[in-house]
């Protein structure tokens, strides 16, 4: 199995710019997850998909924040406009069993 | 909020010593994980505890579900320079996930 897949590892933009994060899931696994790491902050839940619906968007930091999952085998985290205070790691997870998550290698995203 | 303190939140300790991590809420758990995270990389899962008291071992750590599934312990025997990594703990609760912040252990050989 090739675990999750995250697209790019690293990414570099200006303010203002668009970003969009890419995630292949573990076949089979029916919950995604993307959560962003910081250093002050720690691990955070942005939001969680079941069966391709969200489920639990409540750590959306703001509206320029938005997540699909268009199919099982796919998701996008999107930041449109993107500001420095995004910069961080950014992580998919999936799992079968809900508190058990497989994570990917992450994107760092830096927000100059 | 529900919040998991993880301590120490840094550790340094020589090859060959025994540690002992906790992580604590005033919350109860349906279940706690342990992940270890090594830099560059997202945490792997190491084990799940579900039972009030269970104990749990992967070869040298050895991870215990307090009674009250509020807590849990990460104890490593003979700490090795390959368990360095960030030691991450997370309880799962009412379809909700909460992730403490962390012990970063570093093994000097």
């Known amino acids: 199995d090739a675990g999750v897949i995250q697209s790019p590892r690293h990414e570099v933009t200006e303010m203002g710019q668009e970003v969009t994060l890419r995630c292949k899931p573990i076949?089979?696994?029916?919950?995604l997850f993307w959560y962003r790491q910081t250093m002050m902050r720690g691990l955070e839940l942005l939001i969680y998909?079941?069966?391709?619906?969200?489920?639990?968007d409540s750590g959306m930091p703001e509206d320029r924040f938005s997540a699909k999952m268009p199919n099982a085998s796919f998701s996008t985290l999107k930041i449109q406009p993107s500001e420095p205070r995004d910069s961080a790691v950014y992580f998919c997870?999936?799992?079968?069993?809900?508190?058990?998550?497989?994570f990917g290698p992450g994107t760092r995203l830096t927000v100059t | 909020t529900q919040l998991l303190e993880q301590s120490p939140q840094f550790l340094s300790i020589q090859e060959g010593e025994n540690l002992t991590v906790y992580c604590n809420s005033s919350?109860?758990?349906?279940?706690l994980q342990w992940y270890r995270q090594e830099p560059g990389e997202g945490p792997v899962l190491l084990v799940t505890?579900?039972?009030?008291?269970e104990v749990k071992k992967l070869k040298r750590l050895t991870f215990q579900f307090g009674d009250a599934r509020k807590d849990s312990s990460l104890h490593i025997t003979a700490a090795q320079p390959g368990d360095t990594g960030l030691y991450l703990c997370?309880?799962?609760?009412?379809?909700?996930?909460?992730f403490g912040k962390g012990t970063r252990l570093h093994i000097l050989p």
């Open positions: 998909f079941n069966n391709n619906v969200p489920i639990d």
């Open positions: 919350s109860v758990f349906s279940s």
């Open positions: 997870a999936s799992s079968s069993l809900f508190y058990e998550q497989y």
């Open positions: 076949s089979g696994h029916n919950s």
């Open positions: 505890v579900v039972t009030g008291g």
């Open positions: 997370a309880g799962a609760r009412d379809d909700k996930i909460i």
